[in-house]
């Protein structure tokens, strides 16, 4: 038996996690939820966690793997946007006590997460037919736009592939989003529009902002949805595009997981006919997007499920099993 701890370390909340490796069975045990704001850097976070009366300290774990967002330096380097502090690993048996310490990319985890138990009980959005040998696409919105997919990979089973996709210029359409955009640029200062401006919890307040005129958070901004809402309507074809556009880019016939807390917590951004609409809108491959099916995964605690399924690939002599789908 070997234990690894997990952490998935969000710009708000920390959460870690204890999996047990049984053979080629991963078994979740425990998990708690610190605040990453009142840590003053990586050190003091875990060392808060070991102060905690969570039933595993760092030192007496077989693995540890933290994803982190943003891009990752030899899987021992991060600095996370929307985080005060860097992430340094390289040192772990020295500064922690723990020989095998992996980072990964948050979205790695939520797309190795699609092959675990964590998905059991994902919401179909869209209907479709899995291909279980193509590319899974996993996406979602929070602070930031995240992207990953899993490849296969042939006698291998999958990888996930690392995306910075949510930095990339988001494109707009027609008169009404061409002016909106020079609302976003002139608001951000930014050369040009990306998704962590657009489909994220900040991109909800500053579209409902230039609809209404008034300056709401996300959670207030969402509030005011209802069936004939023009900020709802908007952003869902703006979340379409976006799954769209990565759906295009990685041919994710396996399939387009949903996950970040702000589709979570409002569904209604994807049941929306714009949604829908949006993501088969391609003059060349509408036929190909409207075969692809799609899932809204609210599990909150996927992405420390996908970093142990991680860990497990590093720790132990039997592979993992990897269910087709759920």
């Known amino acids: 038996m070997e234990t690894i701890l997990v952490a998935d370390i969000g710009g708000t909340n920390s959460r870690f996690g204890r999996f047990e490796v049984h053979g080629n069975q991963l078994e979740f045990k425990d998990s708690i939820w610190l605040s990453t704001k009142d840590a003053s850097s990586f050190p003091d976070l875990l060392k808060t966690f070991d102060e905690s009366d969570f039933p595993l300290k760092v030192a007496d774990c077989d693995a540890a793997v933290i994803a982190v967002p943003g891009a990752i330096k030899g899987q021992t380097y991060a600095k996370p946007p929307n985080i005060p502090w860097d992430i340094d690993v390289s040192n772990a048996k020295q500064d922690f006590g723990v020989k095998s310490f992996f980072l990964i990319n948050d979205f790695v985890a939520q797309a190795y997460a699609c ?39 042939e006698h291998a089973g999958f990888i996930a592939v690392p995306s910075e996709a949510g930095h990339a210029s988001f494109g707009f359409v027609g008169d009404e989003e061409n002016a909106y955009e020079a609302f976003v640029l002139e608001r951000t200062g930014h050369p040009y529009p990306f998704g962590d401006f657009i489909v994220t919890g900040f991109g909800l307040t500053l579209l409902h902002e230039y609809l209404t005129g008034e300056k709401l958070n996300p959670a207030e901004v969402a509030a005011t949805f209802h069936k004939n809402s023009k900020t709802l309507a908007m952003f869902a074809r703006f979340y379409g595009r976006a799954c769209r556009n990565y759906a295009l880019c990685v041919v994710a016939l396996g399939g387009v997981y949903i996950a970040g807390g702000l589709a979570a917590k409002n569904p209604s951004m994807l049941t929306h006919p714009e949604f829908t609409r949006e993501f088969i809108n391609s003059p060349t491959y509408g036929f190909m997007l409207e075969d692809i099916p799609i899932y809204l995964n609210c599990n909150e605690e996927s992405g420390l499920w996908g970093a142990a399924f991680f860990g497990q690939l590093k720790v132990s002599t039997f592979p993992p099993i990897m269910p087709a789908s759920y």
């Open 115 to 153: 092959r675990t138990q964590a998905v059991s009980d994902a919401r179909l959005i869209k209907e479709g037919v899995i291909q279980e040998d193509r590319p899974l696409a996993v996406i979602g919105a929070g602070t930031g736009l995240g992207q990953s997919c899993l490849m296969p990979v």
